[in-house]
């Protein structure tokens, strides 16, 4: 707290002060009882002559002081979280977040103690020198339970303190934990399709749910075999069950214009087609074989989608607006759309100042492709980076997020669909390899 707020005589903060005509401030208290208990004739601090009759309120003061006293500990959030989302923490997940003040002035003490009051946590300081002028970074450890603290933290908040309005930003170094979903009531789990052309960066995005889900420090560039264009390894319908959740990310080939034959995608959104289908093979020549897979279909429908195009596409918006709308004909059912490889565009997407821009090309993404700017995320996958990243992490959250409650807004919309009895005849050879 300002020497300001503080008796000369007391060392205490005031609350009833009085101003003497050399503008000295003391608690009305402890300035009569050092004139009339000690029978002095000064002022205690500047020593020139001083009577009862010289002092007056000091109004400007009190009000001041006031207004401290009632924000003193109160933090105000950019923003109100959701606390009824879809993702919830389902043990103990630990999270370092590291608070910085975007001011010139360090943090005081007691700043310091209303942020360690407000998140009950242990919290160590460190005052590092930044261009010259002195700012405080506060490293919490954060173990909680039944909280969904890494998406509600905002980037940047408000510190209301002292009459003043103290901005920060914060910056989460390190998810570790499990996240869990509501749970399917009609099948074991919600099956999420992703879908889009060659390159996109389809099997990367999936890499990087798992990194978040993941107790390493390092990214899982490897949970899903990535590659690019014509070279991309997914050539097979793939399933991929995201550790510590109830989720299947279905991963698919790649559109071309050349593939997708015999309405397989719309086979692939109603559960026909098992995983390691080769999606080059017709399905009207392995008919047969498919029967097999009819009676748990069910099992496999999926329950929500991800659209996912590259940024230098919306250059030319034609393409992936075409991938849109193949995707609506084939399923009648509207994806979430990521935009990848957004870190090649001409704003930082870092800069916490560039939030403007973003938003401005995620509205024209949403614009084009005829759908609520709430369905589009701006993403960068994990490619080179040696270590777990934040911002990524918190991008694959939000994502992840969406996707699920959508996942959940269809099967209750849907109900449980009617079950196929088993087929009689016997399965070809090469069903072996298929896993239903």
């Not at 919290?123 to 890494?150: D, E, H, I, N």
């Not at 959104?269 to 008919?287: H, K, T, V, Y």
Request: glycine letters at 6%.
């Amino acid at each position: 707290m300002s020497d300001a707020g503080i008796c000369p005589i007391t060392g205490e903060c005031m609350t009833d002060p009085v101003i003497d005509r050399c503008g000295h401030s003391f608690e009305r208290t402890a300035i009569l009882r050092w004139l009339l208990q000690h029978g002095r004739h000064t002022c205690p601090v500047g020593r020139e002559p001083l009577e009862i009759e010289d002092l007056i309120p000091n109004l400007a003061l009190r009000d001041m002081l006031s207004d401290r006293e009632q924000n003193r500990f109160r933090l105000e959030f950019s923003y109100s979280p959701d606390n009824y989302g879809s993702i919830e923490l389902s043990m103990p997940y630990t999270l370092q977040v590291m608070i910085t003040n975007l001011g010139k002035a360090a943090l005081t003490e007691d700043v310091i103690e209303l942020l360690q009051d407000s998140y009950h946590e242990h919290c160590s300081m460190a005052v590092p020198a930044v261009a010259g002028m002195q700012k405080t970074s506060l490293m919490f450890s954060v173990s909680v339970r039944g909280r969904r603290l890494a998406q509600d933290l905002p980037e940047r908040f408000q510190l209301k303190y002292g009459g003043m309005k103290i901005g920060c930003r914060t910056d989460m170094t390190l998810f570790t934990g499990s996240v869990c979903h509501r749970r399917p009531k009609h099948t074991r789990k919600f099956n999420v399709l992703v879908y889009g052309l060659g390159g996109a960066g389809k099997s990367s995005l999936i890499c990087k749910f798992a990194s978040l889900l993941s107790d390493e420090c390092r990214p899982d560039v490897s949970f899903a075999p990535v590659g690019a264009g014509d070279r991309h390894v997914t050539k097979r319908l793939v399933r991929y069950a995201l550790p510590g959740t109830n989720i299947d990310i279905w991963d698919t080939w790649g559109f071309s214009g050349e593939n997708y034959q015999d309405n397989t995608l719309s086979h692939i959104f109603e559960g026909r087609l098992p995983s390691n289908w080769q999606m080059s093979d017709m399905i009207a020549a392995r008919c047969k074989d498919l029967a097999h897979g009819e009676s748990t279909k069910h099992e496999r429908r999926s329950h929500a989608a991800i659209l996912v195009i590259e940024y230098n596409w919306l250059k030319s918006m034609e393409c992936a607006d075409s991938v849109r709308a193949q995707f609506r004909h084939f399923t009648g059912l509207a994806p979430v759309i990521v935009v990848n490889k957004i870190d090649q565009a001409a704003v930082s997407w870092r800069d916490p100042d560039s939030g403007f821009k973003l938003e401005k090309l995620r509205k024209e993404v949403a614009e084009v492709c005829q759908v609520n700017p709430n369905s589009v995320f701006l993403n960068v996958n994990y490619v080179i980076e040696t270590a777990r990243d934040p911002l990524l992490d918190r991008q694959a959250l939000m994502i992840l997020d969406e996707v699920v409650a959508r996942a959940a807004r269809f099967e209750a919309q849907h109900g449980s669909p009617t079950a196929v009895l088993p087929h009689d005849s016997k399965t070809g050879s090469e069903t072996t390899a298929y896993e239903w």
